[in-house]
């Protein structure tokens, strides 16, 4: 069975930094696609970056585009998410999520991942 932990959220300033970490067990492969969400309060869960498990190319939601940088490590288990000039936009809880099965056009869509983590919070303040 899969298993995820995120870690690394906090509290933080406008612009500052924060690196978030996901460790997978249970069996994950590099066949297994990976990504993070977000959910604020009051709005959907949405995709923040990922990647699709037939290639090592990320892919990443217009929101965080050139201020996040996701990252994964086959050897570790590990998928990570540098989080730079942080915005108050970005407050929510951070998920990792994966799933052996869903295709690349569906990489962004929440209801195709069939493991999540717990989550963890960011929040940041103006």
């Known amino acids: 069975q899969v298993h995820l932990v995120e870690s690394g959220g906090g509290l933080v300033q406008t612009g500052d930094s924060l690196r978030l970490s996901c460790a997978a067990s249970?069996?994950?492969?590099?066949?297994?696609?990976m990504a993070w969400f977000r959910q604020a309060p009051g709005k959907e869960r949405e995709f923040v970056a990922g990647?699709?498990?037939?290639?090592?190319?990320?892919y990443y939601a217009d929101s965080v585009k050139g201020r996040f940088t996701v990252s994964r490590d086959n050897v570790k288990n590990m998928l990570s998410l540098q989080a730079n000039n942080l915005l108050p936009e970005d407050t929510a809880v951070y998920y990792c999520?994966?799933?052996?099965?869903?295709?690349?056009?569906?990489?962004?869509?929440?209801?195709?991942?069939?493991?999540w983590g717990q989550g963890t919070q960011v929040t940041v303040s103006s």
């Open positions: 249970g069996g994950i492969t590099p066949r297994y696609s």
């Open positions: 999520a994966a799933s052996s099965t869903l295709i690349l056009s569906s990489l962004r869509s929440d209801v195709s991942y069939g493991y």
């Open positions: 990647f699709h498990r037939t290639s090592s190319s990320p």
